[in-house]
């Protein structure tokens, strides 16, 4: 990822200490973050849920 | 007074110790006499502790050993000593998660499952190492050193329940509590040639330990034999209506199909994962495959089936994991970056750079996921697959680490939550041990435990001990 690009992404999550003394440890964390999304088959089926749903009691 | 000579009291199982105390044919005080000696003995090699409660567990011996004389047995584990990795709150001790981030955290209470453990009578020995947080490990930067493995101190024994590995490896204590939300239960068990289970999601309450991530987050047992891993999860496991992952299920008795064996059971072997996968050092390949045969020569009925591969699991179990540490360590890694470690800096700022669409994206295939392996019960009983791809590396060899760490085949059972159990399978010519994982359905843990003493009984590697002394 573009270092311009990382130090801002890494402002706006408030990392700013961060990326002032570990500059080398935010690099690897963003570039980890990126590393997921060509692995992951997407589902493409709307439908398809996270689990488990939202759980609402057993009502009244 | 023992039966047993005191230089062998620490091998004694927990099972075995409850036995001889109702007897009276040893004492709570003896045990733990015993097992102090030994700490103080390794310990300075093995740092399996970041603090030793010895004052206190020697005085809750005694009160054991008296209550017992008096014919007050509080339950299956009374005066049996069990150690705690230090991300489970044990009242007035400090909870440090290995971290100075947390050096001053006194416990205000126990844990739901320290409270279950005193219910049953076991004496808490004392906090355990950890990865930082249960997840930045094996690292050199941190207040408390890293734990050891026990059969050869310059490798690491795995983590991120490093000290409890080690400590049931090298006879410190029969049992310890670990946690387990990429494999960290698992992966030292494999790595120490022990028992660990990571129970099925929501079967323990995770109710005063600190946590990492809420959808894989698991509390478990790690033992050097499997009865006692399945009388430990007895004692720990039950519905906590505090906690909103618990399950309210009736699941119990962990222990009582321990001798039934498998004959005719379905086994579905997952070879991918160390086949094509993440191709597994031949030693790994050569006792999972053996673990098969053992099986099978129990009467078991093993079939070659697959899942999604385990890069996917991998990935989607990290876009998971990493949101929601982001979500808990944020403030923290925001104030006070520097007082983390190296590795959990750069293992739990990764949710920073991950965006809401990608974690309900995980989120949703992660119901896929659940759905393949579910699958695969319809025709199966149970699972067999590989744990770690490798023996453990070099502690101070971050890089032969980094590079073995991840070629695992535990996190697709976080990510699912089936109960996952890894055991010895066998010592690799370098004299480190090699593990197998079993897998079961949902709340079958039973099942799982059962495959696991058939093959226990079938191979016998839990009778071999560390050339630690």
Redesign the interface.
């Known amino acids: 990822m573009d270092k311009a690009l990382i130090a801002k992404l890494a402002q706006a999550a408030g990392l700013d200490k961060a990326l002032a003394n570990f500059p080398d440890d935010v690099a690897v964390a963003a570039e980890q973050a990126l590393g997921h999304r060509e692995t992951i088959a997407w589902p493409t089926d709307p439908a398809v849920e996270p689990w488990p749903p939202m759980r609402a009691g057993s009502g009244p | 007074m023992s039966d047993w000579p005191m230089s062998e009291l620490h091998w004694l199982s927990a099972a075995e110790a409850a036995r001889a105390f109702a007897a009276r044919r040893l004492s709570p005080v003896e045990l733990l006499t015993a097992l102090l000696a030994r700490i103080e003995r390794l310990d300075p090699t093995l740092h399996a502790f970041t603090r030793l409660d010895a004052d206190a567990a020697m005085d809750a011996a005694r009160a054991a050993e008296s209550e017992i004389a008096s014919g007050r047995l509080r339950g299956p584990l009374h005066g049996v000593p069990v150690g705690v990795k230090d991300i489970i709150d044990v009242a007035g001790l400090p909870t440090t998660c290995h971290s100075k981030i947390l050096l001053d955290n006194v416990a205000r209470a126990d844990a739901v499952v320290i409270a279950k453990l005193r219910q049953a009578g076991a004496i808490v020995l004392g906090k355990l190492s950890t990865h930082e947080f249960a997840i930045g490990g094996p690292s050199f930067d941190l207040p408390f050193p890293p734990a050891r493995n026990p059969w050869n101190p310059d490798h690491h024994p795995g983590g991120s329940s490093s000290g409890s590995g080690s400590g049931v490896c090298a006879g410190l204590f029969p049992l310890a509590l670990g946690s387990d939300t990429g494999g960290s239960v698992r992966n030292p068990a494999s790595a120490c040639g022990i028992v660990g289970l990571k129970p099925t999601y929501g079967l323990v309450s995770r109710r005063g330990v600190f946590p990492l991530s809420y959808t894989l987050d698991h509390v478990g047992p790690l033992t050097r034999t499997v009865a006692d891993n399945a009388l430990l999860l007895d004692a720990i496991a039950g519905h906590d209506p505090a906690d909103p992952g618990s399950a309210a299920t009736s699941a119990r008795y962990f222990g009582s199909m321990l001798d039934r064996g498998v004959r005719d059971l379905r086994v579905g072997f997952v070879r991918h994962f160390h086949e094509l996968d993440k191709p597994a050092h031949p030693e790994v390949t050569a006792a999972v495959e053996d673990a098969a045969r053992v099986l099978q020569a129990e009467g078991a009925e093993v079939r070659t089936v697959s899942l999604?591969s385990l890069?996917?699991f991998?990935?989607?179990n990290?876009?998971i994991l990493?949101s929601e540490a982001w979500s808990i360590h944020?403030p923290w890694?925001?104030?006070r970056?520097?007082d983390y470690g190296?590795l959990s800096?750069?293992?739990?700022?990764?949710?920073?750079?991950?965006n809401a669409g990608?974690y309900?994206?995980?989120?949703?295939?992660?119901?896929?996921m659940?759905a393949a392996v579910e699958d695969l019960f319809n025709d199966c009983d149970v699972l067999l697959c590989a744990s770690s791809m490798d023996p453990a590396s070099r502690i101070e060899d971050a890089q032969e680490t980094a590079r073995t760490y991840p070629r695992q085949a535990r996190t697709p059972f976080n990510v699912t939550g089936h109960p996952a159990l890894a055991m010895m399978a066998g010592l690799a010519s370098n004299g480190l041990p090699v593990s197998v994982q079993f897998v079961g359905r949902y709340f079958n843990d039973a099942t799982v435990l059962r495959v696991a003493a058939a093959y226990e009984r079938g191979t016998e590697w839990h009778k071999r001990r560390p050339p630690i002394g």
């Open positions: 999604p890069n996917e991998a990935a989607v990290r876009v990493c944020a890694l925001r104030s970056p520097g190296k800096r750069q293992r739990l700022m990764p949710g920073a750079f991950i990608d309900v994206g995980a989120q949703r295939r992660r119901l896929q659940i």
